[in-house]
């Protein structure tokens, strides 16, 4: 039961991540593509803490806390630039 | 024994709902029309999906290995508190770069502020005060115990 319910989500989050890159490649806008840079992100720790549960191992949950605090990071970072024309003032 | 195919059943179902969150959201910012629009998937949708994922995680590595799980709370409490912070910055950089909206989108466009934009400084208090203690303390006499 685990093992179907593992491969139905890997399929989903695939397709989630098929759709985000679609929608980096033809947004019109640069707040598009980086709201789509953004929800990438976070499809990835979904994938990262699905391998871990596949793989029956822990050590990959510091790698997806160090993804949400560096994509935080970077989308306020973009944020800044695009909304005040400088990072830090 | 029961125990076990419990907590089983509700790791595949948080997981299968996770998954389903995650995919409604992506589908909601390819498909819909606008940006404004289009900022509401991701922003719920997929934060409500990784949460359902990473509590999936952290029963599942509870019950396998008899021991608590900490970190997945931590990247939980992480990405849901910084989701509303992002959507909150990407909303504002929207309206500043005028982006078009469909006639559907309600509401119309306010106008940021000066400081907002970068047009001018951000106004600050020229000295921090304490939040309480208003009277300067130079002028109260330090008083001696008779």
Redesign the interface.
């Known amino acids: 039961m685990l093992v179907i319910a593992l491969m139905i989500s890997l399929g989903l989050i695939v397709a989630a991540m098929a759709m985000n890159v679609l929608r980096l490649a033809k947004g019109p806008d640069v707040p598009d593509r980086l709201l789509a840079l953004d929800t990438l992100y976070v499809n990835s720790i979904a994938l990262i803490v699905l391998l871990g549960l596949w793989l029956n191992t822990k050590t990959y949950f510091e790698a997806a806390i160090l993804i949400a605090m560096l994509g935080f990071v970077g989308t306020m970072a973009i944020c800044r630039y695009l909304l005040r024309g400088d990072i830090i003032e | 024994m029961t125990f076990t195919l419990l907590a ?2 509700v ?3 948080l ?2 709902a ?3 969150f ?2 409604t ?3 909601g ?2 498909q819909f029309k606008d ?1 404004f629009m ?2 509401h ?2 922003t719920k949708g ?2 409500l ?2 949460g359902c ?2 509590m ?2 952290m029963l ?2 509870t019950v ?1 290995q008899r021991e608590f ?1 900490v ?2 709370l ?2 939980t409490f ?2 849901f508190l ?2 509303p ?2 959507g909150h ?2 909303a ?3 309206l ?2 005028h ?1 078009r909206f469909i006639t559907g989108t309600r509401g119309s466009l306010p106008e940021l502020r000066d400081e ?3 047009q001018s400084r ?1 106004a600050r208090p020229a000295k921090a005060r304490h939040p309480w203690r208003t009277r300067r303390r130079s002028r109260q006499k330090p008083r001696l115990p008779r």
């Open positions: 089983e059943g790791v595949a179902f997981l299968v996770g998954g389903m995650a995919f959201g992506s589908l910012m390819l940006f289009r900022l998937g991701p997929t934060t999906g990784i994922m990473l999936a995680s599942y590595f396998t799980h970190q997945e931590l990247i992480f990405l910084t989701a912070v992002t910055m990407l504002k950089t929207g500043h770069m982006l907002d934009v970068g951000v």
